[in-house]
Antibody, heavy 118, light 106 residues
Framework: EVQLVESGGGLVKPGGSLRLSCAASGFTFSSYSMNWVRQAPGKGLEWVSSISGSSNYIYYADSVKGRFTISRDNAKNSLYLQMSSLRAEDTAVYYCAREANIVDFDYWGQGTLVTVSS | SYELTQPLSVSVALGQTARITCGGN??????VHWYQQKPGQAPVLVIYRDSNRPSGIPERFSGSNSGNTATLTISRAQAGDEADYYC?????????FGGGTKLTVL
């Protein structure tokens, strides 16, 4: 059974940093691109970043470019999102999602809440 | 940047057919995917590549895509279908989501 479990969320002050993790199991992690998608309270889904299986291809939304860094450790079946220079507008539930063949997301974690507030 | 436009809300009577649209420039030439999200839960993929259903998704869910509009159709709507629905595609090195549509089953 495919499982994605996010962790690392919490309360952080504006300008601060936080590192999210996503532990994957039930599939060959290195064979899949992985993504982070966020959802601000009461708002829609917003794609954040994508990383290919071998980390050769990395993409970011303009809203986080230069502040967030996506990475993965295939030996540990883990996906990461290093977030810095955090802003109030980064407050959201952050989901990790497995990318299927045509950039559709077939499995999602339950999400971890990041709150940026003083 | 590419934009996807969805109606904020759609209502459907119990047992009837609901259609949720997703508008975008020449969207018919792209692969469109649809997600269902219920309150407090993660999104679930219900349609991929315009019209394909993942395993476990009822046949009542179907999709189409042509011209400037992709459509998610839910036949014989049930109370359990009440949720937010999002369209999504990959365009120009970025993933784009529609703003979401709240489906109400009356």
């Amino acid at each position: 059974e495919v499982q994605l479990v996010e962790s690392g969320g919490g309360l952080v002050k504006p300008g601060g940093s936080l590192r999210l993790s996503c532990a994957a199991s039930g599939f060959t992690f290195s064979s899949y691109s992985m993504n982070w998608v966020r959802q601000a309270p009461g708002k829609g889904l917003e794609w954040v970043s994508s990383i290919s299986g071998s980390s050769n291809y990395i993409y970011y939304a303009d809203s986080v470019k230069g502040r967030f860094t996506i990475s993965r450790d295939n030996a540990k079946n883990s996906l990461y999102l290093q977030m810095s220079s955090l802003r109030a507008e980064d407050t959201a539930v952050y989901y990790c999602a497995r990318e299927a063949n045509i950039v559709d997301f077939d499995y999602w974690g339950q999400g971890t809440l990041v709150t940026v507030s003083s | 940047s590419y934009e996807l436009t969805q109606p904020l809300s759609v209502s459907v009577a119990l047992g009837q057919t609901a259609r949720i649209t997703c508008g975008g420039n020449k969207i018919g030439g792209k692969n469109v995917h649809w997600y269902q999200q219920k309150p407090g839960q993660a999104p679930v993929l219900v349609i991929y590549r315009d019209s394909n259903r993942p395993s476990g998704i009822p046949e009542r869910f179907s999709g189409s895509n042509s011209g400037n509009t992709a459509t998610l159709t839910i036949s014989r709507a049930q109370a359990g279908d009440e949720a937010d629905y999002y369209c999504q595609l990959w365009g120009s090195s970025t993933v784009v989501f529609g703003g979401g549509t709240k489906l109400t089953v009356l």
